[in-house]
Nanobody, 123 residues
Framework: QVHLIESGGGLVQTGGPLRLECAAS????????MAWFRQPPGMERDFVAA????????LYTDSVKGRFTVSRERAKNTMYLQMNTLTPEDTAVYYC????????????????WGQGTQVSVSS
């Protein structure tokens, strides 16, 4: 059984950086497309970024383009989200997810989810 565990969340000031990690256990995730979603308080879960299974392609929501970078380290079975120039609008619980198909920005397309990590950006 595959488990996804997020870490790296916390409180940061506006303009600061933060790096999230998503560690997979129970199965190598080489064949999975991996993604990050986020859910602000009282709002729906939104797509942030995704990386396909051979790392050849990535996908970002418009609001994070140029600020966030998704990557993975296969030797550690870990995916990362480097977040720079954070704003209070980035405050949310961040989730990592995996699916067997290609890049997709819809949360219903993903089969596996982590428990989430809180990111809070102070103004």
């Amino acid at each position: 059984q595959v488990h996804l565990i997020e870490s790296g969340g916390g409180l940061v000031q506006t303009g600061g950086p933060l790096r999230l990690e998503c560690a997979a256990s129970g199965h190598t995730f080489d064949t999975f497309t991996m993604a990050w979603f986020r859910q602000p308080p009282g709002m729906e879960r939104d797509f942030v970024a995704a990386i396909n299974r051979n790392d050849a392609n990535t996908l970002y929501t418009d609001s994070v383009k140029g600020r966030f970078t998704v990557s993975r380290e296969r030797a550690k079975n870990t995916m990362y989200l480097q977040m720079n120039t954070l704003t209070p609008e980035d405050t949310a619980v961040y989730y990592c997810a995996a699916r067997g198909g290609g890049l997709n920005g819809c949360y219903t397309a993903y089969d596996l989810w982590g428990q989430g990590t809180q990111v809070s950006v102070s103004s």
